[in-house]
């Protein structure tokens, strides 16, 4: 389990990512799509089109982290754009914590394939 501030922000890339991007090419789209700096010290989500894969970029005042949780089976829940064009959504930490753990965000209840050990 990840634990982070409540003061931290979370970006979620609304669209879908090819999942062998590293952490250059990750960066690059943070800067070039998202229109944010990395070093705000933000966390960036990134998922493919089948959402099984997450991988977030976080850069701690050191260096970056790459983290990646891969699904055995099931998807994460994906947020959608509410707008045109639009390419980013801010989460609050609870929220991202949520979406990692398995939770349908619509209502609020563990996704089918979700077990808690």
């Known amino acids: 389990m990840l634990s982070f501030t409540g003061s931290l922000k979370v970006f979620i890339a609304l669209d879908p990512c090819d ?28 998922t493919n089109k089948r959402r099984r894969l997450i991988k977030v970029l976080y850069w701690d005042g050191t260096g970056t982290w790459l983290l990646i949780k891969r699904l055995e089976q099931g998807a994460f829940f994906w947020p959608r754009a509410a707008q045109d064009g639009q390419t980013k959504l801010e989460l609050a930490p609870e929220a991202f914590a949520m979406l990692t753990d398995g939770i349908d965000m619509h209502g609020a209840r563990p996704r089918g394939w979700y077990e808690r050990i």
């Open 19 to 46: 999942m062998r991007a590293g952490i250059n090419t990750l960066h690059a789209l943070v800067a070039d799509k998202l229109k944010e700096d990395f070093r705000r010290g933000a966390l960036f989500v990134f």
